[in-house]
């Protein structure tokens, strides 16, 4: 099998970004982003043995790899890649969507294999619509009595983000700037509130918008995000009226004042003198997704 041509690459990639840091470490599964070498992986024969022989040859301690899973997959093959897993890792994730119905057998199975400390149970919930607030908070607690029930995990976390996909359409954003509320750290607080003593960890897509879509070309109007107190907001300015400077001088210096020392909010205090160091969308979504982190993990 030839993995060297794309995913030892990307191996390289992850650990020369996190060097000595703990992440979790699982395969998208996307089905445009995935190759031969990828489904490869996902092969249950051996417990899994291309996804374990993968994971040995360019990890060690402390990454925590995802146990995979297969619709229709034998709960040996599950069980002897868990064990495989923490044999190495010492720790494995477990993540499926928080509405996963096989959540709870995938669980049990990995209680067979291995002590509930040696677990990271990651439910993702994906888009969180403040209009949906109720039915996603009652469907982590269901998560939580249903699967976790009495068998504790090491680390539970729910991951979502509240960031959509056009910030104009929702209600009360404007064309130049809006603001709506960070509903993923709302139900994290409320959530470790009611469960201090399983939900001890913070986990978010980092202010990005958790659904993939294919990318299509055409105009965009330059917009600078940022965090202010509990909600999101942003200042936007088509290209033609100025642009990302523009959009820099309208957010005031208190709010860029309240913003974490990190590279991302020097971007957005240099335009607003003038200077714009990225002129590109993708830039600016590396500016917010580095004050939200920096933020996050203070």
Not at 2 to 12: E, G, K, T
Not at 69 to 79: M, P, V
Not at 137 to 142: G, L, V
Request: with cysteine; charged share 25%; aromatic share 14%.
């Amino acid at each position: 099998m030839d993995y060297q041509r794309y995913l030892y690459r990307r191996a390289d990639q992850l650990k020369e970004i996190y060097g000595s840091n703990a992440f979790v470490i699982d395969l998208c599964t996307e089905q445009d982003l995935m190759n031969d070498e990828t489904l490869e992986l996902f092969d249950e024969t051996g417990g899994y043995s291309n996804w374990l022989s993968f994971l040995q040859k360019n990890f060690s301690k402390p990454v925590i790899p995802c146990a995979l899973y297969i619709e229709l997959g034998r709960e040996i093959e599950f069980k002897r890649q868990v064990s495989a897993i923490v044999a190495q890792f010492g720790k494995v994730c477990i993540r499926t969507s928080v509405l996963d119905e096989f959540a709870s057998t995938l669980y049990g199975w990995a209680l067979d294999a291995t002590f509930p400390e040696n677990i990271v149970l990651c439910p993702v919930l994906y888009y969180i619509d403040e209009n949906q607030y109720d039915k996603v908070r009652n469907a982590c607690e269901f998560y939580i009595i249903d699967v976790v029930g009495n068998s504790y995990p090491d680390v539970l976390i729910f991951a979502g983000s509240s960031f959509p996909r056009y910030v104009t359409e929702l209600p009360g954003c404007g064309d130049e700037k809006g603001s709506f509320p960070l509903i993923e750290v709302r139900l994290e607080n409320e959530l470790r509130q009611k469960y201090p003593l399983l939900l001890k960890n913070k986990a978010d897509f980092a202010s990005v918008h958790p659904h993939r879509y294919p990318t299509k070309g055409g105009n965009w109007v330059p917009r600078i995000d940022y965090v202010d107190g509990g909600n999101f907001r942003y200042s936007r300015v088509r290209r033609d009226k100025g642009g990302y400077a523009a959009a820099a001088m309208r957010i005031d210096t208190p709010s860029i004042a309240k913003l974490p020392k990190c590279w991302g909010a020097d971007q957005i205090m240099s335009a607003k003198n003038g200077k714009v160091l990225g002129g590109s969308p993708s830039f600016w979504i590396s500016v917010r997704i580095n004050c939200w982190i920096t933020q996050r993990s203070a």
